[in-house]
């Protein structure tokens, strides 16, 4: 009996590691594509110069070269960061600025149609 209990315990432990390690690779590459455009635009400038740098060099496979680059160390820095997140313990749900990945909207505003002056007040 405590055999079943323990490995249903350690699969469960398992399992909300990977979710979580999921769910932290999700925001954080939503984050690196929303919020972080300007460093991607600043990267793609950087990469385009080093691509034409390198061609003297390497001129079959500099552009390869840095766009594999590029990508594999943003790759790495997501992977990193999910990983790093997941193994200290920080859920997503504890954080207070994910709300939008739950689904709990604190909207800013309400909307006023411009029918609702004539609709609003009318009882069914």
Not at 48 to 68: D, T
Request: positive net charge; aromatic residues 6%; contains cysteine.
């Amino acid at each position: 009996m405590e055999i079943t209990q323990k490995s249903s315990v350690g699969r469960h432990n398992s399992l909300t590691f990977v979710k979580s390690f999921l769910i932290w690779s999700f925001t954080l590459t939503v984050c690196l594509l929303v919020v972080g455009f300007p460093l991607i635009v600043l990267m793609a400038a950087v990469g385009a110069l080093g691509s034409v740098i390198l061609q003297s060099v390497l001129p079959i496979s500099s552009v390869l070269l840095v766009a594999g680059s590029l990508i594999g160390a943003n790759i790495l820095a997501i992977i990193l960061g999910a990983a790093m997140l997941t193994l200290r313990g920080v859920h997503p749900q504890e954080v207070s600025w994910l709300r939008w990945l739950h689904g709990e909207a604190k909207p800013s505003h309400s909307s006023v149609y411009a029918s609702c002056p004539l609709t609003c007040n009318v009882a069914n």
